[in-house]
T-cell receptor, first 111, second 115 residues
Framework: EDKVVQSPLSLVVHEGDTVTLNCSYE??????LLWYKQEKKAPTFLFML????IEKKSGRLSSILDKKELFSILNITATQTGDSAVYLC???????????FGKGTRLHILP | GAGVSQSPSNKVTEKGKDVELRCDPI?????LYWYRQSLGQGLEFLIY????????KSGLPSDRFSAERTGGSVSTLTIQRTQQEDSAVYLC?????????????FGSGTRLTVV
């Protein structure tokens, strides 16, 4: 059973739209929740979330964590074609220091 | 170097042959991870090295897979008697301090194709 579940698995929208990507995780052994963007082979870091209800923002991207309901969302406003990528969510575990990734959401932005 | 370096970037091998994949972490980074990403899948944890501690090998899919980290720096992932299902991108990541999740830097990966 997957520990980190992302939805949707794929998403196609038009440039300018706003998208919300979802990630649910297990409560066991939680240290932090991470978001990465993967365009080619190497994922690049977006956000690290540890506290519930505190939004992190970077330009048009923002993310928030809900530790009661065990999920996080990644929002992208005014999407651009350059936002097309796979967005990976990961749980950093406390006890064994592993980072467990979800399967990712493949986002495609149409011009 | 400035980033995590992996080699080769692409490897095509015949079924049954052994392959070695190399990862050069950022200098001074004590934590090193190997992940595997099959087509359309997320990142699958393989093995984790932290300093001089015994590595966490719990993600290795079979005994055909092994990894070493010499001198606390360069790591080699070896796959013996490769199978077609081993075809994937193998990613390495390193971090300066254990537990600093934002500090993990990924290499560009090795795309392994077993024919």
């Amino acid at each position: 059973e997957d520990k980190v579940v992302q939805s949707p698995l794929s998403l196609v929208v038009h440039e300018g739209d706003t998208v919300t990507l979802n990630c649910s995780y297990e409560v066991t052994n939680f240290r932090s929740l991470l978001w990465y963007k993967q365009e080619k082979k190497a994922p690049t870091f977006l956000f690290m979330l540890t506290s519930s209800g505190i939004e992190k923002k970077s330009g048009r991207l923002s993310s928030i964590l809900d530790k009661k309901e065990l999920f996080s969302i990644l929002n992208i406003t005014a999407t651009q074609t350059g936002d097309s990528a796979v967005y990976l969510c990961a749980q950093h575990q406390n006890r064994d220091d592993k980072i467990i990734f979800g399967k990712g959401t493949r986002l495609h932005i149409l011009p | 170097g400035a980033g995590v370096s992996q080699s080769p970037s692409n490897k095509v091998t015949e079924k049954g042959k052994d392959v070695e994949l190399r990862c050069d972490p950022i200098s001074g980074h004590t934590a090193l991870y190997w992940y595997r990403q099959s087509l359309g899948q997320g990142l699958e944890f393989l093995i984790y090295f932290q300093g001089n501690s015994a590595p966490d090998k719990s993600g290795l899919p079979s005994d055909r897979f092994s990894a070493e980290r010499t001198g606390g720096s360069v790591s080699t992932l070896t796959i013996q008697r490769t199978q077609q299902e081993d075809s994937a991108v193998y990613l390495c990541a390193s971090s300066l301090v254990q537990g600093v999740s934002a500090g993990y830097t990924f290499g560009s990966g090795t795309r392994l194709t077993v024919v």
